[in-house]
């Protein structure tokens, strides 16, 4: 007798996020991230992540359905292919941030994995809805064009449309009218409309209703922020989203190359006297250390940030000490209030990330420049100090991202990878001194900008 088929407890608990009809197109780890964080984020962000998750279900087993080829060899290119980053086109939705929340959880092994699964099943989307929109237009270039009439019939067919014209005035405008309905999305002006798929509806609201809860939310938490006056200590704030993106921050960081690299590059070889490659060497020196620095610094806050807020709820009466309590507490207490912890220590630091960069750069020109580089801040050129400062704004912008995002330097004497770097005054195949790092926006993610190399 044949052994019944195990079903995953996850599934059978919650059989609504995995209908039979799609069970070889399952994906476990993002299966279980969406459990996982059912109690960690709001239900409308459950339920739009959820429906998306379905909807890619689905069209995958659309694909393997009515075009098998295609199916099998999408499967076989996603097996031939190693590349770990992933188009930045599918690293959107609703889906994707839910994924990404988990960071901070017992779940957080699972992001890769998740992640390869959605853009494997947003992969099979994009085939399925390329192929349909080919047949549709193979299908309209077959129909075939009516004969061609003898003079004689047009002529009475023109007649007799001529008559029927004068005798349905109301038929005739509407057909000379610009019918809304026959327009493309692309040619629509405001005020009018176009017809869509149902399934396309019902995405696209979830779509808004999930940005207008989001607007809501940071509106109602940035209002104070919004309104505080600029003042000595608060002229680091980040009040502009735009600024805090991870586009313009990669761009604000390639600016800063041509910029106040150079700036600090004359410095160093004509107010110092120091060699070409010297300089070079010293001022990518200044970034690595810069990005270390930020990195433990980020991790260091952040706890420093959780632990706060741990304090007051389990000993609302008296001073809170020692971590050792929340370790007392019940495991799926403790994994609630890390989780909420963390999202709201996030959350607060990214809207007031400007605060700490004065007196990081303040320390790091201490603890590093100081006494690991041997430096007299005092001899040193202003545009060298400026250079520092810069660097530092911007990278600590970078580690504080969520996901955060990475920066990488060439390495000497490796073949040059062009798609990631440019080369410094002369092309070449061999890296002799990398100069600039390459700006991605997370690990494993799409380049952003790239860096810059000086070959043999």
């Not at 608060?234 to 960081?253: M, Q, V, W």
Request: aromatic share 8%; proline share 6%.
């Amino acid at each position: 007798m044949e052994a019944p088929k195990r079903v995953p407890a996850i599934v059978a608990t919650y059989s609504s996020l995995h209908p039979l009809k799609y069970e070889q197109h399952w994906r476990e780890n993002i299966t279980d991230i969406l459990q996982g964080m059912r109690r960690l984020v709001s239900k409308v962000d459950i339920d739009v992540a959820e429906a998306e998750y379905l909807e890619l279900l689905r069209c995958e087993h659309l694909l393997k359905d009515l075009y098998p080829g295609k199916y099998i060899a999408l499967k076989r290119s996603r097996m031939e292919n190693s590349d770990p980053t992933h188009p930045m086109d599918y690293l959107t939705g609703v889906l994707y941030h839910i994924i990404q929340n988990a960071q901070e959880t017992p779940l957080s092994y699972k992001i890769p994995a998740a992640l390869n699964e959605m853009v494997s099943l947003k992969r099979s989307q994009e085939v399925l809805e390329k192929h349909q929109i080919e047949e549709q237009d193979k299908g309209r270039k077959s129909k075939k064009s009516p004969k061609a009439t003898p003079e004689k019939d047009k002529r009475k067919l023109k007649k007799d449309k001529q008559s029927y014209s004068e005798t349905n005035p109301e038929e005739e405008k509407f057909k000379n009218s610009d019918n809304p309905r026959s327009k493309s999305p692309d040619k629509l002006k405001d005020g009018e409309w176009t017809m869509v798929l149902f399934d396309d509806y019902l995405k696209l609201k979830s779509t808004i209703e999930f940005q207008r809860s989001k607007i809501a939310e940071l509106t109602s938490r940035l209002t104070h922020t919004l309104n505080i006056k600029p003042t000595e200590e608060t002229t680091y704030i980040t009040n502009s989203d735009d600024e805090g993106r991870p586009t313009r921050l990669a761009e604000r960081f390639a600016i800063v190359y041509e910029e106040e690299w150079n700036d600090a590059f004359d410095a160093l070889t004509m107010t110092l006297r120091w060699g070409e490659m010297d300089a070079i060497f010293h001022l990518l020196r200044i970034v690595r250390y810069i990005y270390d620095y930020c990195e433990t610094t980020a991790k260091e806050q952040l706890q420093m940030l959780e632990k706060v807020l741990y304090g007051p709820l389990i000993h609302p009466k008296r001073q809170y000490k020692d971590s050792i309590d929340v370790e007392n507490l019940p495991d799926g207490q403790q994994l609630l209030m890390s989780s909420c912890a963390v999202r709201c220590a996030k959350d607060f630091r990214k809207v007031n990330a400007g605060v700490s960069v004065p007196e990081l750069c303040l320390d790091f020109k201490d603890q590093v420049v100081r006494h690991i580089f041997k430096w007299d801040l005092d001899l040193l050129p202003a545009a060298v100090l400026n250079f520092i400062d810069k660097c530092m704004e911007i990278i600590w912008l970078m580690c504080i991202q969520e996901p955060p995002m990475v920066i990488t330097w060439a390495n000497d004497g490796e073949s040059v990878n062009t798609n990631y770097y440019t080369f410094y005054s002369r092309k070449g195949e061999i890296v002799k001194q990398p100069v600039w790092p390459a700006v991605f926006l997370q690990h494993g993610g799409p380049l952003l900008t790239r860096g810059v190399v000086v070959p043999v």
